[in-house]
């Protein structure tokens, strides 16, 4: 079992950044590949970021690539996205997921509750 907690959503301007983190409890997260999803109002729930867990592969939407960051501390249980560059279409509710298959996975068994992140022009 994995619980998740996200933060770091919050206000931004245009061309800005934030990072958002996701805390998770479970002495197994670091074999779980970690995810971030995101929901804009009136759309479909989409994947933006994935982290092997090793951290070695990482895995992009094309819309953030060179833009968005994912990272992990596995010693901390955290997950990270550092989102720079950030555009309105950016806004969303962020989600943090866990998942046990390797690769950049379609089946994510834990989900946090999420964060907002809002993008002013």
């Known amino acids: 079992q994995v619980q998740l907690v996200e933060s770091g959503g919050g206000l931004v301007q245009a061309g800005g950044s934030l990072r958002l983190s996701c805390a998770a409890s479970?002495?197994?997260?670091?074999?779980?590949?970690m995810g971030w999803f995101r929901q804009a109002p009136g759309k479909e729930r989409e994947f933006v970021a994935a982290n092997s867990w090793s951290g070695g592969n990482t895995y992009y939407v094309d819309s953030v690539k060179g833009r968005f960051t994912i990272s992990r501390d596995n010693a901390k249980n955290t997950v990270y996205l550092q989102m720079n560059s950030l555009k309105p279409e950016d806004t969303a509710v962020y989600y943090c997921?866990?998942?046990?298959?390797?690769?950049?996975?379609?089946?994510?068994?834990?989900w946090g509750q999420g964060t907002q992140v809002t993008v002013s022009s």
């Open positions: 479970g002495r197994t997260f670091s074999t779980y590949t």
């Open positions: 997921a866990a998942s046990p298959f390797r690769g950049s996975p379609t089946r994510y068994d834990y």
